[in-house]
């Protein structure tokens, strides 16, 4: 837009991944590098073929990783987009199951 001359500030997008193949479904969005995450949510089980990672920064959900149903995946994206502050939540006990249900009140 700037080359054609019409003034636009550039804002990055967050980098998502989807995948359906081989009966398993796969999505990810964010920063899921454990190293610039504070806290991260591990759930999987591999009798389901399921893995799911929330990475959390500064009470905010920044990135995360998920095996098998996706289905909250459209969630999880709004929750990093907008970065939603996670208040009075302790990372340490949540499950992930929780997270969701507390984001679906705040999305």
Known sequence: ????????????????????????????MGDVSETNASHTIIEEDPAKK??????????????AIIIGDTSKSPLLKT???QK?????????VITIDELLELLKTIV
């Open 84 to 92: 939603l502050p996670l208040e009075r939540i302790d990372c340490q």
């Open 79 to 81: 929750a990093i987009e």
């Open 50 to 63: 399921t893995y799911r990672r929330i990475f959390i920064k500064n009470q905010i959900v920044i990135g």
């Open 1 to 28: 837009f700037n080359i054609a001359g019409q003034e636009t500030i550039y804002r990055p997008i967050v980098p998502v991944t989807a995948l359906n193949a081989y009966g398993i479904s796969m999505f990810s």
